[in-house]
């Protein structure tokens, strides 16, 4: 495979492409990110000047940049990572969530149609080169919310409750179109909350270890009571990996971990774990349009595909803490926003 995979500066994204490396290493990976606030081109300095390996800054809404790294790099996969993803800033600026969710996507299945397809011009033609893929990376916000029992599965009807998963819910729907108008070979995979190393610190679990290493307050989410089903990102990966391996093209498959936790035990785990003490929680303010539950159903993919996550929550958490305890340098940088400046050290001389 020759797999394009964007937004891989990202946390999921990056990991993803640490993974493949490890796991699956005959693979040539091409990652495009247009390094924006989340993106950390220097979480993969380690593997930069890797043969297998190759990094493009680009707008995956930039049709004919996307068109060129098609046919430099003869894409034979594609997964999109690329998303606004924070919640918080989707209800401050939905506008750039509905443009890079729903608009980037579209590009890239355009450009994906455009170089597979063995008859481009030809309406009525559903013939694609063989053994390509385009693998949607979304979301199981885009479901809703749950009540206290009951789980996602992939019939679930979308229901999202914010800006982000409304963005999200529409590029599923766009992807849905093109396998179904065009034929296009492609899957869908709905993911709960991740967690795990070189995650952004505005998100819970390395938003939380940080301060509470640094003995700062904890913002808690009304009553923290809110439930999530959490996959460690590691788990992630080989899940999308089987899944682009072997998903039977035109279907959803739903990820998840099997570990429901309420957002206050998180933290409490991470207190406890940390030897601080619980004073440090400040209850904060509800977010608008907080779902109160999250829970994946992941019987197809463990049934049809044979996948199964490895982590226990409380394993995967315990790896977590100590990441971020072993790389606080790490954090300091992306909290100082000096990570920024990893591209123009490496790349920029290059272009001079």
């Not at 063989?130 to 885009?142: A, P, R």
């Not at 803490?321 to 100082?336: D, F, G, H, K, T």
Request: glycine fraction near 8%; charge should be negative.
């Amino acid at each position: 495979m020759n797999i394009l995979v964007t937004g891989g500066a990202g946390f999921i994204g990056g990991n993803f492409i640490r993974w493949m490396r490890q796991n699956a290493p005959e693979h040539r990976l091409v990652n495009v990110d247009a390094l924006t606030y989340a993106g950390n081109l220097e979480s993969l300095s380690d593997i930069a000047e890797d043969e297998y390996y190759h990094f493009i800054r680009a707008d995956i809404r930039d049709r004919l940049k996307m068109d060129e790294v098609f046919r430099t790099h003869d894409i034979t996969h594609v997964v999109n990572f690329a998303a606004e993803s924070h919640v918080d800033r989707s209800i401050v600026d939905p506008e750039i969530f509905l443009s890079t969710n729903i608009i980037g996507t579209q590009s890239l299945l355009d450009t994906a149609k455009a170089n597979w397809k063995l008859a481009p011009d030809d309406k009525y033609s559903r013939e694609y080169r063989g053994n390509v893929k385009f693998l949607q990376v979304s979301t199981d916000e885009v479901y809703g919310a749950l009540g206290k029992e009951g789980m996602f599965t992939e019939t679930t009807p979308l229901s999202p409750n914010s800006p982000y998963s409304a963005a999200k819910a529409g590029a599923d729907l766009v992807c849905r179109a093109y396998h179904e108008t065009f034929g296009l070979p492609l899957n869908i995979t709905r993911c709960s909350n991740n967690y795990g190393p070189y995650q952004f610190p505005e998100k819970l679990i390395p938003l939380m270890i940080h301060n509470c290493i640094q003995e700062k307050p904890l913002p808690v989410y009304g009553d923290g009571m809110q439930i999530r089903d959490w996959l460690h990102v590691f788990d992630h990966c080989s899940a999308i990996y089987t899944v682009l391996s072997r998903g039977e093209p035109g279907e959803i498959y739903n990820i998840g971990g099997n570990n429901e936790r309420a957002n206050i035990d998180i933290v409490r785990f991470i207190i406890l774990t940390l030897g601080k003490t619980e004073q440090l929680i400040t209850y904060v303010k509800d977010r608008p349009g907080h779902d109160r539950r999250y829970a994946i159903d992941n019987t197809k993919i463990t049934t049809k595909l044979g996948w199964r996550p490895a982590y226990t929550f409380e394993r995967g958490l315990m790896g977590t803490i100590e990441w971020y305890r072993a790389n606080s340098a790490w954090m300091e940088r992306v909290l100082s926003g000096e990570y920024t400046d990893y591209y123009e050290r490496m790349y920029a001389p290059s272009f001079s």
